[in-house]
């Protein structure tokens, strides 16, 4: 009487289980024996491996990227804010020391009768501003030349001219570099033409 054979699929699931149940050595190319189920376990550790690397580099480029775009929205805002100061400024409705926190220094840089560093917006306007314009018969209007961003720094390059009040014009050309935070200035740096300003400085009165 004829034994009844076992499925083919039956007796290749058997013949796998009992494979990895035996600690079955093969050479590797440099003739060191290798462990079929340490291989096994090697090739899931490397798949894990893979996919952890995978994550990290996702969730760091990602990051980057969020980055970047925060950095650009801010500089553009912080572009647009002082954009609008000397918009205004030009037109006579407001001006760029608007946008002065009240404790931000501003520094005027070079050898003017009035470099220094002012310690808060009061003592700027106080010591310069008011005083320069009290100089003036028509006042100040800006031309920008050319206005930047990076980060929180806003570097804006122009031109400003006016009529002093002995009928003189007054022309000079100035670079600014104001550091924003929430659309204030905090710090600020001041250069310009130092001979033209001591000049008018000097020869007309308040």
């Known amino acids: 009487m004829s034994q009844k054979r076992m499925p083919l699929t039956d007796r290749m699931r058997g013949s796998g289980h009992a494979l990895m149940a035996l600690k079955v050595k093969v050479p590797d190319p440099l003739g060191h024996l290798l462990d079929l189920r340490e291989i096994s376990r090697g090739c899931s550790c490397v798949r894990s491996t893979i996919m952890t690397c995978f994550v990290v580099l996702f969730a760091t480029s990602f990051g980057e990227i969020a ?49 220094k560093t002012y310690p808060s917006k009061e003592a700027f306007m106080s010591e310069v501003i008011r005083p320069f314009n009290a100089r003036m018969s028509v006042g100040l209007k800006p031309t920008i030349r ?53 000049e008018f400085w000097q020869r007309v009165k308040p």
Not at 74 to 103: C, H, M
């Open 67 to 115: 980055m970047a775009q925060t950095k650009d929205d801010i500089e553009t805002r912080n572009k647009a804010v002082v954009q609008a100061s000397f918009d205004a400024w030009r037109a006579g409705t407001g001006s760029p020391y608007d946008l002065l926190a009240d404790d931000a220094s501003w520094t005027i840089v070079g050898h003017s009768v009035a470099s």
């Open 146 to 198: 050319n206005i930047y961003a990076d980060g929180d720094t806003v570097i804006i390059f122009f031109d400003a001219s006016g009529t002093a009040r002995d009928s003189k014009p007054y022309e000079n050309t100035y670079a600014w570099l104001l550091d924003m935070r929430d659309g204030q200035v905090v710090k600020a740096f001041a250069f310009f033409d130092s001979v033209v300003f001591n």
